[in-house]
């Protein structure tokens, strides 16, 4: 499935989702004490499955780097290594299967959250968005790659100490979106909902 995260944040770029170096992906198993993430600062046009990092979950507050391959050594990973460690400590309902937690700066669900919208409001109007992806009430102003923003997104997708969460995606306002499914592209899926809902909201004008 590494190969499959290279591919989504490929498909990421071309959609204006992210900058070269934007956005971070992690993926575990359920079987396995340990997960992937993307690394710091690489290109997403270029990631490689070897560029990863592998991350022991030591315990519920402590993780620890691993070896992977000998390229990975020399790359960090990314900066938001908290968000996506509280979210794969323990991995709640999708404690039989693999979680995927997503990171990207979607244009038009940020556009909607700088308009003042709570995403978390728009999707009562649209069946094809609440029928599938489940939206979280918005983080407010947070820095990036700090535990604030770590805190407040496991706080809006209500994580509990098994890892379950009430939603499938929440908007960071200023910032982007993060979302969580069993696989990559299902969790894109969710991205790619939303803000197809948000650029519809935004055209319409029918918002305050
Ligand atoms: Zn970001």
Redesign the pocket.
Known sequence: MLETICDIMVDAYKRNWITSR???VSIRHHDRDHFYITPSGVRKQTLQPDQFKKIKIVSSLMWREEFYSDISSNLKPSG?LPLHFGLQKNMGQHSNDVRVVV???PTYCIAAMHAGIDLSTISNAFPELNRYTRVAPNVGDVP?ISQELADQCHKMLQLDNYGNIAYDIVG?KG??VVAIDTSPWRAYEHIERLEHICKIVLASGNYK
């Open positions: 934007d956005g971070n938001e990171h990207v700066h990036p960071i910032h982007g």
